[in-house]
């Protein structure tokens, strides 16, 4: 085996094995690499010196590890934020990975920090007159290089058509002379990524390619004179069978389909035909998230590569997506996917995980939740197992010392032979009763190796420190009444009454204990409601109201990306010296740290390390922390699973669901609003009952799923079910239109 390793200039330096013997055609929809490190470092650094300084500095992503992915997969690759999931994808996507072959067609959409990523409100913008391209015509060249093929066959035109006898074959050299210069940049960068055995064949192939392309620069630069008839006549026929078949790539009817296919993504991912015609760069960030995975759903690839693909989606959006990755995976060719996000209701369309935890990559085969309970149930077995043996090894070695000191009392051989009998049996034969496969251990079978003389112990799994959340509880009201309340309130944009109406007579208290969700599409009015309960603006017809004691802890869909920019304002600023300085804090400087902590912010992560280098997940617990450091009444959370993995969702989720104040909750995450609004307690649909009182008096929590459409706003006596099942007509309706 030989080691190979690569650098990137995003600081990703990989090593993995690789074997020396011809293998045969790679398939390249598969992975199958040994002995994987990742190491991403701190900054970059040059020479062999430099490379070994960032090994040993650098912060290990994975150490050792097996990536092997299988054609045609489904992969949900999770663990919990600051793993190095993005990490490794990066490293996939840029094939920093040796081992990985280079003429894999990967394709990435990977997070991006955006600033306005709100598409719920306002009318769509007309079209802008500015540069670059619209969004049908962005998508179509990111799939097709459309551009750099027509560049090509404009070449070959102008030789073929202008009448200069020589003018096809400088035409012909110069595109071939252009490819050959692309393919030399890829030897070039394969041999940098490769040492050993391995790196001194792409070497070689390097100065191969090298000699080849100073051989046709010769023949480039030759005067026309000194070409013979035989090269002119051979050279003009390969220009037209060139042109030809670029042409054939782009051909009216084949772009015709490619663009049918490319409105018809973005017409699942929500763009009307006004939006498609506008320019890229007019657009919010959340709707250029969207056509970045337009683009990547409409190209040809052999791995595909989502990361949060539903962070800018609403439910309509992100169930079309589920539909079209399960019905893309059962085309005769599907590219293997890995997909990476924190709803679990989506990542169910996966047929395998992939678990990146402790600086390595481990397999299940199944759902999120067939996982979860597998674990459980060999974390059981494997306690009552060795809780067994424990019990029976005690008793042995009872007897054991019993024997001995009889034996030594008496001289009797018989005894201390038989104690030191079992003691060996202890030492040497104790442990595992079953093998890796399940059956009964025997020891000439199972002991596999000279150097092992014992039974390896049980090894009963140990889960992480478990995220958990620790909401404080409210304070007193001191006397009853609703919270918030709305009465026949309805909002537009201008004060003008032939100004569109948004919301029209919205009924809606919130008491304490209540939970209420907030569903509807894009365009539906959420964000307006949930500003008007916040009193972020004043509705422009009925009447607002709030209890005079309200405490409000608002939760805002921007709420990231606001500390972001107040982290590179004040590039010192902490998260404890934030909240330390802020006013309206109930909390001392010791209970602010126990409320960070508990949120998953602890020490020195809360003291010494800035805000501008938290990381979204992070940025999302502390602006947690500075609402909750109010004790608020009741909370209004407005996407606030973004940027969290599963893991911490899940938790966010279990303590929502018990607290004593009142939630109203916007959400497309249908499993977080089951959970907080409806009181589900797992995949199965099992309701909670522990958690159903709330409120003042005490009585029943009062659970409310609301629908907006058109302004309009209406309870759904089914829930989330309800919603999403009207939500998958509509996308029905569209895929057979």
Request: overall charge neutral; aromatic content about 4%; some cysteine.
């Given at each position: 085996?030989t080691?190979?390793?690569?650098?990137?200039v995003?600081?990703?330096?990989?090593?993995?094995?690789?074997?020396?013997?011809n293998?045969g055609t790679?398939?390249?929809?598969?992975?199958?690499?040994e002995?994987?490190?990742i190491?991403?470092?701190?900054?970059?650094?040059?020479?062999a010196k430099?490379k070994?300084?960032?090994?040993?500095?650098g912060?290990k992503?994975?150490?050792?590890?097996?990536?092997?992915?299988k054609?045609?997969?489904?992969?949900?690759?999770?663990?919990?934020?600051?793993?190095g999931?993005?990490?490794?994808?990066k490293?996939v996507?840029?094939?920093?990975?040796?081992?990985?072959?280079?003429?894999?067609?990967?394709?990435?959409?990977?997070?991006?920090?955006?600033?306005?990523?709100?598409?719920?409100?306002?009318?769509v913008?007309?079209?802008?007159?500015?540069?670059?391209?619209?969004?049908?015509?962005?998508v179509?060249?990111?799939?097709?290089?459309?551009?750099?093929?027509?560049?090509?066959?404009?070449?070959?035109?102008?030789?073929?058509?202008?009448?200069?006898?020589?003018?096809?074959?400088?035409?012909?050299?110069?595109?071939?002379h252009?490819?050959?210069?692309?393919?030399?940049?890829?030897?070039?960068?394969d041999a940098?990524?490769?040492?050993?055995?391995?790196?001194m064949?792409?070497?070689?192939?390097l100065?191969t390619m090298?000699?080849?392309?100073?051989?046709?620069?010769?023949?480039?630069?030759?005067?026309?004179?000194?070409?013979?008839?035989?090269?002119?006549?051979?050279?003009?026929?390969?220009?037209?069978?060139?042109?030809?078949?670029?042409?054939?790539?782009?051909?009216p009817?084949?772009?015709?389909?490619?663009?049918?296919?490319?409105k018809k993504?973005?017409?699942?991912?929500?763009?009307?035909?006004?939006?498609?015609?506008?320019?890229?760069s007019?657009?919010?960030?959340?709707?250029?998230?969207?056509?970045a995975l337009?683009?990547?759903?409409?190209?040809?690839?052999?791995?595909?590569?989502?990361?949060?693909?539903?962070?800018?989606?609403?439910?309509?959006g992100?169930?079309?997506?589920q539909?079209?990755?399960?019905?893309?995976?059962?085309?005769?060719?599907?590219?293997?996917?890995?997909?990476?996000?924190?709803?679990?209701d989506?990542i169910?369309?996966c047929?395998?995980?992939?678990?990146?935890?402790d600086?390595?990559?481990?397999?299940?085969h199944?759902?999120?939740?067939?996982?979860?309970?597998?674990?459980a149930?060999k974390?059981?077995?494997?306690?009552?197992?060795?809780d067994?043996?424990?019990?029976?090894?005690?008793?042995?070695?009872q007897?054991?010392?019993?024997?001995?000191?009889?034996?030594?009392?008496?001289?009797?051989?018989?005894?201390?032979?038989?104690?030191?009998?079992?003691q060996?049996?202890?030492?040497?034969?104790?442990?595992?009763e079953?093998?890796a496969?399940?059956?009964?251990?025997?020891?000439?079978?199972?002991?596999?190796?000279?150097?092992?003389?014992?039974?390896?112990?049980?090894?009963?799994?140990?889960?992480?420190?478990?995220?958990?959340?620790?909401?404080?509880?409210?304070?007193?009201?001191?006397f009853?009444?609703?919270?918030?309340?709305?009465?026949?309130?309805?909002?537009?944009?201008?004060?003008?009454?032939?100004?569109?109406?948004?919301?029209?007579?919205?009924?809606?208290?919130v008491?304490?204990?209540?939970?209420i969700g907030?569903?509807?599409?894009n365009?539906?009015?959420?964000?307006?409601?949930?500003?008007?309960?916040?009193?972020?603006?004043?509705p422009?017809?009925?009447?607002?109201?709030?209890?005079?004691?309200?405490?409000?802890?608002?939760?805002?869909q921007?709420a990231?990306?606001?500390?972001?920019e107040?982290?590179q304002?004040?590039?010192?600023?902490?998260?404890?010296?934030?909240?330390?300085?802020?006013?309206?804090?109930?909390?001392?400087?010791?209970?602010?740290?126990?409320?960070?902590?508990?949120?998953g912010?602890?020490?020195r992560?809360?003291?010494?390390?800035?805000?501008?280098?938290?990381?979204?997940?992070?940025l999302?617990?502390?602006?947690?922390?500075?609402?909750l450091?109010?004790r608020?009444?009741?909370?209004?959370?407005?996407?606030?699973t973004?940027?969290?993995d599963?893991?911490?969702?899940?938790?966010?989720?279990?303590?929502?669901?018990?607290w004593?104040?009142?939630?109203?909750?916007?959400?497309?995450?249908?499993w977080?609003?089951?959970?907080?609004?409806?009181?589900?307690?797992?995949?199965?649909?099992?309701e909670s009952e522990?958690?159903?009182?709330?409120?003042?008096?005490?009585?029943?929590?009062r659970?409310l799923?609301c629908?907006?459409?058109?302004?309009?706003?209406?309870?759904?006596?089914?829930g989330?079910?309800e919603?999403?099942?009207?939500v998958?007509?509509?996308?029905?309706?569209?895929?057979?239109?």
């Open positions: 085996m080691s190979m390793e690569a650098e990137s995003a600081t990703i330096v990989c090593t993995s094995k690789q074997t020396r013997f293998i790679p398939n390249y929809r598969e992975l199958d690499i002995g994987l490190n190491i991403v470092k701190s900054g970059s650094k040059s020479g430099g070994a300084k960032a090994k040993s500095e912060t992503i994975l150490s050792n590890a097996k990536l092997r992915l054609a045609g997969q489904r992969y949900a690759l999770i663990g919990r934020n600051g793993t999931k993005s990490t490794l994808l490293a996507a840029e094939k920093l990975i040796p081992g990985l072959p280079e003429e894999t067609r990967i394709t990435i959409l990977q997070q991006t920090d955006v600033g306005d990523v709100n598409a719920d409100e306002g009318p913008p007309t079209p802008s007159e500015g540069e670059g391209p619209v969004v049908l015509e962005e179509i060249e990111r799939a097709t290089a459309k551009q750099e093929v027509q560049k090509e066959i404009d070449i070959l035109l102008r030789g073929v058509d202008g009448g200069d006898p020589f003018g096809a074959l400088r035409a012909f050299r110069k595109v071939h252009g490819r050959l210069q692309k393919e030399l940049f890829l030897k070039d960068k940098s990524l490769r040492s050993g055995t391995r790196g064949q792409a070497r070689k192939a100065i090298e000699k080849k392309v100073a051989e046709f620069q010769s023949e480039y630069e030759r005067k026309d004179e000194d070409i013979t008839p035989e090269t002119l006549a051979k050279e003009t026929s390969e220009a037209a069978d060139m042109l030809a078949d670029l042409q054939l790539q782009v051909e009817s084949k772009l015709a389909e490619t663009e049918s296919k490319a993504i973005l017409t699942g991912l929500g763009f009307t035909e006004s939006r498609m015609a506008q320019r890229v007019s657009l919010s960030g959340g709707w250029k998230m969207r056509t337009a683009a990547a759903l409409l190209q040809d690839t052999d791995i595909l590569i989502l990361d949060e693909p539903t962070n800018f989606l609403d439910l309509l992100i169930i079309w997506l539909r079209h990755l399960t019905a893309l995976a059962e085309s005769s060719d599907p590219p293997t996917l890995i997909l990476v996000s924190h709803d679990r989506f169910s369309l047929t395998d995980l992939l678990i990146i935890k600086m390595d990559l481990t397999y299940f199944g759902d999120l939740p067939t996982y979860e309970a597998s674990r149930e974390k059981a077995h494997l306690t009552k197992m060795k067994a043996q424990d019990k029976q090894k005690e008793h042995i070695q007897t054991i010392q019993r024997n001995m000191r009889e034996g030594k009392a008496k001289d009797d051989q018989n005894k201390i032979r038989q104690a030191k009998s079992r060996k049996k202890l030492d040497d034969r104790w442990g595992m079953v093998n496969k399940g059956g009964r251990f025997k020891l000439n079978r199972d002991l596999v190796g000279y150097h092992l003389t014992a039974r390896a112990e049980i090894d009963i799994p140990q889960d992480e420190r478990p995220v958990s959340f620790a909401l404080p509880d409210p304070p007193e009201l001191r009853p009444g609703a919270l918030i309340s709305l009465e026949k309130v309805s909002f537009r944009y201008a004060r003008d009454a032939k100004a569109p109406v948004v919301l029209k007579d919205i009924d809606i208290s008491s304490m204990g209540d939970r907030i569903l509807g599409l365009g539906s009015g959420k964000s307006t409601l949930i500003k008007l309960l916040v009193e972020e603006t004043r422009s017809a009925g009447t607002a109201t709030k209890h005079p004691r309200l405490k409000l802890g608002y939760y805002a921007h990231v990306e606001a500390l972001q107040m982290g304002v004040d590039t010192e600023m902490t998260a404890l010296g934030l909240l330390m300085g802020e006013n309206g804090s109930e909390l001392d400087e010791g209970e602010i740290r126990g409320l960070l902590g508990s949120l912010l602890p020490g992560l809360a003291s010494d390390v800035p805000v501008r280098r938290l990381s979204g997940g992070q999302v617990r502390l602006e947690l922390a500075r609402i450091r109010r608020p009444h009741c909370l209004v959370l407005d996407e606030a973004t940027h969290l599963y893991e911490t969702v899940a938790a966010l989720r279990e303590a929502l669901r018990g004593q104040g009142a939630v109203v909750l916007v959400s497309h995450d249908r977080f609003v089951r959970g907080v609004v409806e009181g589900i307690v797992g995949d199965d649909g099992e522990e958690d159903d009182r709330g409120g003042d008096a005490g009585g029943m929590r659970r799923v629908r907006l459409k058109a302004g309009a706003m209406s309870v759904l006596e089914g989330v079910s919603f999403e099942e009207g998958e007509r509509r996308v029905r309706k569209m895929e057979s239109s």
